[in-house]
């Protein structure tokens, strides 16, 4: 590993996503003090989500990580994977050797229903669904059972829909992408021919971004089911906010389209939530509660259970209902918000502690949104360190790579990921696929040695 140039300071980012990366360029590029950056990830890959979230089906949005390699070039700039702060290292340790620490690390659990049936076999959280068919190490052992008809997926935001996508794709269409081998393998064999997407509020509240609810029969060739009662008079959408209109106008299309065409479906129901999860020892069907809508006169809705039940049949009960934060030993933490308690991105409580990404603002937000979140956090370093003047902490960089290595033998240099990185791609080439991803923690970790052999 080359030594980084000299520096004024030196700052320990922890999560190599895209707030990692947003944040590590913004003080990169700060020209008073110069700052040293080294940003640890546990995995042996970077980009989180960009790697381990984005549907294999969205290449343009994975692009972001050519952006993302251009700051790993910097000079002051060292990646340290396979390394856990919390597990491998501690807080206290990177406090004392770095002049500030900013926590980058997503949002990595899950929310669940808190309803009868939630566990049983057949359903899981869309998170799992996700990491698997995105070759995520932690996710790779799990399997789906989908030699079932029908999926019912819950959730009525961007996730919901890279679900039932991926679900109802023609796997010819996704051995294109760089989808988790054993996920297009298992997807071959899938018998799911009906993906029913419910949401507890109405369309004009659904958290669906119109490009993404548009393309959804574009790219899986299925029937896009709207039930036309659902939508409401046509001049109610000029009230609405520019989001919810245009997916109003999307809806109002696939309610009126011609459903003669494929022999896969996805119908989106709203004002409906999900009951109860049934079966004898695997989901067999999922018991569903009709909504109604009531204003709360604040501007804002809130849906009401109004007693109707229906029995609808289900093999595959996945829970598109968000992500949450985890909390890092030692670092203060809000359970009830599954954030990291912030002011302007400095932690309440903390010692020269920062937040940026999902972790400070919770998991909303797409990619972008990170960046002004990672500037805004960076502001308030900036101004912390004008306040502390005096050398930095870190007497010696190639100190703390011999300090990692005796912690973490298998640490994963930038080198080391280049490895991975061109392993992935060349196994991808002959397939006319952007890369063959290595997807177990042994795969990987393998192939990032073999730069130090
Ligand atoms: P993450 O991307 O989750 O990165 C956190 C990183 O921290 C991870 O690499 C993790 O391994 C690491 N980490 C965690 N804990 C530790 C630790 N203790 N020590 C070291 N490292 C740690 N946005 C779009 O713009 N377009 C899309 O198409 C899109 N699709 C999405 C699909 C899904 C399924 C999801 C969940 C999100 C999607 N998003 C999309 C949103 C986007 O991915 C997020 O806005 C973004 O990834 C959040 O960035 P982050 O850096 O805060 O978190």
Redesign the pocket.
Known sequence: MPNPCVADRAVAV?????????TAAALLALPDPLIRVDL????P???????????PD?PK??S?SAQFTRTAGHERFRWLGN??????ITREELLARYDAVV??????ADRVLGIPGEDLPGTAA??DF?GWY?GHPDFRALTFDLAVRRAVVIGNG??AL??ARILSTPPDRLAATDIADHALEALRGSRIDDVLVIGRRGPAQASFTTP?LRELADLTGADVVVDPRQLGPIGDDEHLPHGPRHNLEVLRRYATADHASSDRRITLRFLTSPVEIRGEGHVDSIVLGRNTLIDNGDGTTQAVDTGEREVVSAGLVLR?VG?RG?P?LGVPFDARAGIVPNRDGRVEGGDREYV??????G????????GQ?AADTVRTIVADLAAQPGPSRTPDPDSIETWLRQRQPELVDLEGWAAIDAAERRAGEPLGRPRVKLSTWDELLATARTVHV
């Open positions: 922890v999560g190599s996503g895209p707030a990692g990366f947003y640890y990830e546990r995995l890959t970077p980009w989180g989500l960009v790697r381990a979230g984005v549907a969205h949005i994975k972001i390394v856990e702060v919390g597990i491998d926590y980058c690390v997503g949002s990595p869309a998170r996700v995105n961007n996730v890279d679900v993404e598109a992500y985890v890092i940026a990404g999902w972790i400070k603002r998991p909303t937000g797409i990619i972008g949104t990170n979140c």
